[in-house]
């Protein structure tokens, strides 16, 4: 039996997996731990209670996987700094492998999700793959020729920073117009918060949303589907710029299937999708973009605690690529 | 013996390279032939041109490889199209193939030149490497994990059409504002034909270069080395633009290097290439950026040769990477 766990800023899922991928137990807990030490046994507890929930012990676990925010040295498993979480060179691999008698393998929670779709989801049977997944920031991950890529830092696919807007507004990496400025759940709830200060929008303002922390992804799709004036104009305009960022994934990596996926997304469908696909495709290369499928992830949650799990089991077993 | 092979739309270079991927012997032609028959002649009489000079038969030639303008079906070793050489549906490794009695492998011109940096140049013993050719267009290639990346159409790595101008000039293939728009050869020497017309260069006007096609690689060298009025900033903005596309390239593919190569580069070397670089380090996540190095290819025109012999050399071999 193994492992997969998410190390999330607001809450972590802990999860225990069969030999075919299929989840047989799962515990989830709110994030409280404010540094290394604090988390480390909050991790250790949230594994405790999955192990009793499938009513197994720590003995009976092959591997444990774990996702966690970036950024992250994969070389020593160590989560380098994570400001929200308070962590800061938290080797984690090591120290929960001596806790647990197993090895540990942690990777970035976007890659964890996406390879979770690519072997149990969406992206099953495909080679090439780029995600996109908006929220805070903009995740991306990209996996090609079967193979996650991570570049020399284990960093690539930060697609929420290429540029979109030559002279746009300054992004929290120092550069101007990154993608995320503009397409990320953040930036769209900042011009939703206007929108209710405003009086654009009657749901938004009667939610007190003009604290752009009230805007959540299911008040966005209340205040859609009213029809409110101007808030169906901020999410095309997001997807327009999501859809640029697309493009450009098209025409340097050529891959068969974006999937985008979140909680934006999960909320707002194809109302959001549809409107970044139409723009990537007028963007793309015709030649390239003609077969490149969009799709909206699929297993949600039980994403990354699947990818990671998996991924810890080839590293175990000395796997690198899967299809 | 093997022999490498640029099939390029102005000239063609063979050149007889020996196992340790030293050229022995190069012979180069104008290429004149308007179709698939006319070409296909061209290239044997120059095949035999270069095995005459290297003393050899054809019968001594273990492989050839062909570096080709694209889209190329790698699968069958065909060029698709190449409008400016008349080609169509071109067999060319099947045909030339049974011409010489040796595998022929046909690759994609910008992919084979970043091959050649790869295993004999610049980023011999890199990893992770973007090549970008500043050109008529922008070509762009893509070496991750040691391995030439081609995505599902063998087509990864058109650097050239991201976008960097949300809504800039209409490109060839139907998008606005992409790289090449405003960084290839052909954009700078757009700009500067219209200098040489509003009579703010006297270097440019003095050579008629109110034509775009006589705005060569080594007048706008001239007209830069006389600090004339204007062409500074016009060099400055391309560069600019190329360094906004770079920034994108690292925060993607977090590579070790980008070689910037073609002739535009080799004139005018670090008088764009630093202000490209200094415009990368301001727009990539500092993180990634710190330890990419930004270097001129070295190989000139030698580059494709040598990457489609060596390109050849593995595919005939079974081998897939180097490093």
């Known amino acids: 039996m193994r492992i997969g766990f998410d190390l999330g800023g607001t809450k972590m899922l802990a999860a225990v997996l069969d030999d075919d991928r299929r989840i047989v137990a799962r515990t989830k807990n709110k994030t409280t731990g404010v540094d290394n030490d604090g988390v480390f046994a909050q991790i250790q507890d949230t594994i405790d209670g999955v192990l009793k929930k499938a009513g197994i012990s720590r003995k009976d676990l092959e591997s ?9 040295d994969m070389s020593s498993g160590t989560i380098l ?20 008698g197993c090895p ?18 969406v992206a099953r049977g495909k080679r090439h793959v780029i995600g996109i997944f908006p929220g805070t920031g903009i995740g ?15 960093s690539a696919g930060e697609i929420g920073h290429i540029t979109v ?12 117009g990154c993608l995320e400025t503009v397409a990320s759940k953040t930036a769209i709830a900042r011009d939703l918060a206007l929108l209710a200060m405003n009086g654009q929008s009657p749901v938004l303002a009667e939610a007190g949303a003009t604290d752009i ?29 999501l859809g640029i960022g697309m ?27 549809d409107r970044a696909e139409r723009t990537m495709r ?35 077993g000395g796997e690198e690529t899967a299809g």
Chains 1, 2 share one sequence.
């Open 64 to 72: 444990v996987g774990i996702a966690a925010p970036g950024p992250i």
């Open 104 to 121: 540990v393998y942690l990777e970035n929670d976007v890659n964890a999700g996406l390879w979770g779709e690519f072997v149990s989801g």
């Open 165 to 176: 807007q030559t002279d746009g507004r300054r992004c929290g990496c120092g550069n101007h």
């Open 282 to 316: 007028e963007r793309s290369m015709p030649r390239l973009v003609a077969d490149v499928a969009v799709v909206e992830a699929q297993l949600g949650d039980d994403a990354a605690v699947v990818g990671a799990a998996d991924l810890a089991d080839r590293e175990h």
């Open 81 to 100: 700094s994570t400001p929200n979480l308070g962590l800061k060179d938290f080797a984690l691999s090591a120290r929960l492998g001596d806790a647990l």
């Open 247 to 273: 493009a450009a994934m098209v025409n340097t990596f050529d891959p068969e299937m974006i999937v985008l996926g979140g909680g934006l997304i999960e909320k707002l469908g194809s109302r959001f999708t």
């Open 213 to 241: 922390k009230l805007v959540k992804s299911g008040l966005i799709k209340k205040a859609l589907d009213a029809g409110d004036y101007g808030v169906a104009d901020v999410i095309d305009h997001a997807a327009y710029f």
């Open 140 to 154: 991306g991950g990209i996996i090609m020729n079967g193979t996650l890529f991570r570049g020399k830092n284990g």
